[in-house]
């Protein structure tokens, strides 16, 4: 099992029944845990209506950040980033009001 | 853009004693913020609290653009305007009241539009940009014109309990599309008529954009190129996050940019530039 | 201590349109905010933009405590304050700016200095205390006229590029005396007219105790009992940390407290409830 | 060595030649490094003028605040506190302006 925190905001958690914040186990598999895997999970998992909202084919749509640890995933490896214990990976969908 | 200032008047002196005296500041850092100048598009909840703090503070110029007028429903987070100022122009009456307090800035109010036709002329006039505007394509537009014109975007937004802010196309950091190259689905965006907003969240982005601001104005430099804010303020929580680099691909910042003069984007957000249509369906 | 509302007006379901539509604040919220009375002590750089968000959002009282008047040095900082109002009472000219905003709140403007002889009475009127104060005595006279009238106490602070904002009396948490049981030594003791400060860091540590207020107020609660928000404006760096308890031993909120009424608090700091004296020593 | 974080701010850095962030190494000694032995290290090799305004008697001066990793230290034990490696130790002069 692998402890992180899933964590939604900007408006993302409404697509969560409006939870921002999960603490999850991610079940044990062969392979190592890594972004792309995570996406499919949330969708199933935890992600309530609208899925198309949060995934666009293989990665999350235009205009949610990710972060990882507080830093881009971008910096991190993106989709092929590996999951570690405890990390936390946050889903921002870029705010427009003013 | 503004006329270089090299001395301070009496009145400057007593006026600003009190940020004069802090050493990061100072003197030096007064007669650089008196030969600046700022643009801020958006005349609502982000626009009011940057612009009168710029004002106090001693900007050498400050334009405001934003072609809407005041309506009741602003006045719960747009502080600058009155009751009796429902149907004026909102750019026009932000600076009404800057000028109240501080007569020593320059003010110029724009009561139009942004747009492709008109944004880099106006752009081209002032040091430092802020988005304090409420739609996407407004977003783009801004980012873009403010890389063709090489000026820093001190970006901020604000929706129901949360805020943003960081600063674009400064220092080398990151632009808009850097970080956003296509547009979010219309579907997903939500803006403050339709999704509601605390006015004090504005409140304290807008702050921060002008704290910015005044940072770069100054000398200081910034602490948001690369980082972005987030501020929620229903837990009281605030996270500074590190962003990407700039992109080398990008299409307007990049190594080899194929977006070098302004497009529709209106068109390439599919959305308008306004959100009045989404005001008249809630109401 | 103000009449409850229980219906809200045509006019305020308009003015507060935004709010009312975020399902935390509601319709419900409005109604509690608008019966609620906040008492804001300090007319300057915290006060004020602490005052025009409250009354922007539809506070149902705002009563605004300063002995002083409008300074030409206050209005880099103090946005509500206007160039022709210099010499003129802060307090008032704080509720003149926030009527033209909202004349729906009940406005209070005290040109007093608050004193232990006439704490109890004022602070006894309203729901909501906020500290917008500038010198030790004062706060500590604010601290325990709020715990013997059992009111929470929203207390900001600012100086120089820095600013901290924590709750007290609230939800079970400390009192300012449980965290400093003995006031600093005078010649530590820094104020704004002596070590100076950027005019918006009190803009944002005062948005921030309107939003708490509202919180409070709105039924939401504050999300600062017990902890403290650290602001620098240099970096751009919030930072969050954990209080200690409430202090069993304490002598104003403990089991078995001592001072069970208002002393004098200029004898207990050592240090004058003004900065005037500074301020005539700096220019 | 014992590698720690030091940081002064509100103030209290006025003491130490305006510098807020110090990355000290507390050298080896026979018995567990304490926060009441660091404030005396700390008024011997970071204080620069007027030490009595940072230390009282054996502890910091009344309007300080001390935390520990971003808790107040009457939360972990005050001055009897072991100091641990990468501890982040802040003190905060408090302020009264507004
Ligand atoms: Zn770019
Ligand atoms: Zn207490």
Redesign the pocket.
């Known amino acids: 099992m692998l402890p992180i925190t899933v964590e939604f905001s900007g408006g993302a958690e409404l697509l969560c029944g409006n939870v921002k914040k999960h603490d999850v186990e991610l079940p044990k598999q062969d392979t190592k845990w890594q972004i792309r895997n995570l996406l499919v999970w949330i969708k199933d998992h935890i992600i309530q209506e609208r899925p198309e909202l949060f995934l666009v084919g293989n990665t999350v749509r235009p205009g949610i950040l990710v972060l990882i640890n507080d830093a881009d995933w971008e910096l991190m490896g993106e989709l092929d980033y590996e999951i570690q214990e405890k990390d936390r990976i946050v889903f921002i969908s870029t705010l427009h009001g003013g | 853009s503004v006329d270089p200032v090299s001395r301070l008047s009496k009145n400057d002196i007593e006026r600003y004693s009190r940020q004069l005296i802090l050493p990061e500041f100072g003197v030096k850092g007064q007669m650089k913020l008196q030969s600046t100048s700022v643009l801020i598009v958006g005349a609502g909840g982000l626009g009011c609290p940057a612009a009168v703090y710029l004002a106090a503070a001693g900007i050498g110029r400050l334009g405001v653009v934003d072609y809407d007028e005041v309506e009741l429903s602003n006045l719960h987070r747009q502080i600058l305007h009155t009751s009796d100022r429902v149907g004026i122009s909102k750019s026009l009456s932000i600076v009404r009241s800057c000028q109240r307090l501080n007569s020593r800035v320059e003010y110029v109010p724009y009561h139009l539009q942004l747009s492709s036709d008109n944004a880099m002329d106006i752009i081209s006039r002032y040091d430092i940009v802020l988005d304090a505007t409420d739609n996407v394509a407004t977003r783009y537009l801004l980012n873009d014109a403010c890389?063709m014109a090489g000026k820093p975007l001190v970006s901020g937004s604000a929706l129901r309990f949360e805020g943003q802010l960081t600063v674009y196309n400064c220092s080398g950091g990151?632009?808009y599309?850097?970080l956003f190259p296509q547009p979010p689905p219309p579907e997903t965006v939500t803006n403050c008529a339709e999704g509601g907003v605390i006015g004090v969240v504005p409140g304290i982005i807008g702050s921060m954009q002008a704290l910015e601001a005044i940072k770069i104005g100054s000398g200081i430099g910034t602490s948001y190129s690369q980082r972005m804010l987030l501020f929620d303020a229903l837990d009281g929580t605030f996270r500074c996050v590190k962003l990407r680099p700039?992109?080398q691909a990008?299409v307007?910042?990049?190594e080899q940019p194929t977006v070098t003069q302004l497009i529709d984007y209106v068109q390439f957000c599919g959305a308008a530039a306004t959100d009045k249509e989404q005001e008249l369906k809630v109401l």
């Open positions: 890389v990151p632009c599309r850097c700039r992109s990008c307007v910042c990049g």
